[in-house]
DNA sequence: GGGTCTAGACTGACTGGTCAGTACAAAAAG
DNA sequence: CTTTTTGTACTGACCAGTCAGTCTAGACCC
């Protein structure tokens, strides 16, 4: 059950398909407006501004992610754990496409007035992982570096995937990408 | 040595600054000319338009990570050889930490008019990456996901270490990136 | 019932600023 | 004399954000 709905939903829905495929700059809030089947006027009465529109949807999509990771955690340890919350981060990627495409091109940016925001959610994400990393490797100091790398892993692969091999199951890619982590490569 | 030298470097130089701090879109040709210390006019005689200036920057740069990653395999295999792929994919983030944050930050869009010169550099820099893999895992049919999600690892990875903890060195981030795919995180 | 008022949601033409790209004449540079 | 660079002024499109006004449903009164 979505939190936000009528207006306010379908203007974020317009929003996300837009800018996935247009970026964030290359949509204009007409162009929204227009999607959404709403005048321009009803998207400044509900976002204040096209930055807090944006700053809303990638915030609400990360944080998503951020909780998802913590269930897929919930009970698990180790190696169980990482496992469950790759699968379950493919599937969000799978289930929500152009959310995904979204907070791959925006998460590097630095540029935009609420990035810190961003970044707060985005580590809050990476913090489900640190933890998992910690539990099995409590000597090592460089847990939220390995999260970063770990979560790296797992946004480009699952984009790649989709981009280019969409017929491969999740069970297939998450198996795949296990395999990468699975030291064979480097062994 | 660079390619491009006198006018033409020094704008591409400015533009590199400037958008790695405020974005291809929050850049602008009056900014870029100032920077560099050349007229507007100048710019647009060396480079037709915006695009095309960036077009260069970008494939450039890319360029040079897939001739960087060519070299680093050559006369290697196996997980010698993705290691010092790695090893030298780090140093070429840390040297050159504006491009690194430039191409993180475009790499994963749509949305631009030259987005298919750099997807097929992009190809080419993750071909490297493919041809390693597919050397010790011939019976897999998933090194182009795999090195996908390499790639993801080491540039995610890599801009977490320059953005959270600059003070290691690239030996130890190469190690720990190494540790994350070493398998004892999966084990 | 009918009349009046109010509040909140919504509208769309309009404004003001920004910026890519142009024009051009004159000056360096080679 | 050809190529490159300069400086400045200009244009035209585009777009975020505004605002005066409309619409609707409900509340309150007679």
Redesign the pocket.
């Known amino acids: 059950m979505p939190r936000v709905t ?3 939903r379908s203007i974020l829905d317009a929003a996300l398909e837009l800018a996935s495929l247009n970026g964030i ?7 929204v ?1 227009v999607r959404a ?10 976002f ?5 529109l944006f700053e809303q949807l990638l915030l609400d999509g990360i944080g998503a992610l951020a909780e998802t990771l913590r269930q897929a955690r919930e009970g698990k340890s180790g190696a169980g754990a990482l496992g469950a919350m790759i699968t379950a981060m493919l599937e969000v990627i799978a289930g929500n496409q152009p959310l995904a495409k979204l907070i791959a091109a925006e998460i590097f940016r630095t540029d935009r007035s609420w990035q810190t925001h961003l970044q707060t959610v985005r580590r809050e994400a990476l913090a489900e992982f640190t933890a998992v990393i910690r539990e099995t490797q409590p000597e090592r100091t460089d847990a939220e570096l390995m999260a970063g790398t770990v979560f790296g892993a797992v946004l480009v692969g699952g984009i790649e995937w989709l981009a280019f091999s969409p017929e491969r199951s999740v069970r297939e890619v998450s198996e795949s990408v296990l395999f990468t982590l699975s030291g064979r490569l480097t062994a």
């Open positions: 009528g207006t306010k700059t290359g949509t204009t809030m007409e162009d407006a089947g709403v005048a321009k006027g009803s998207v400044y009465y509900n204040s501004s096209k930055d807090k």
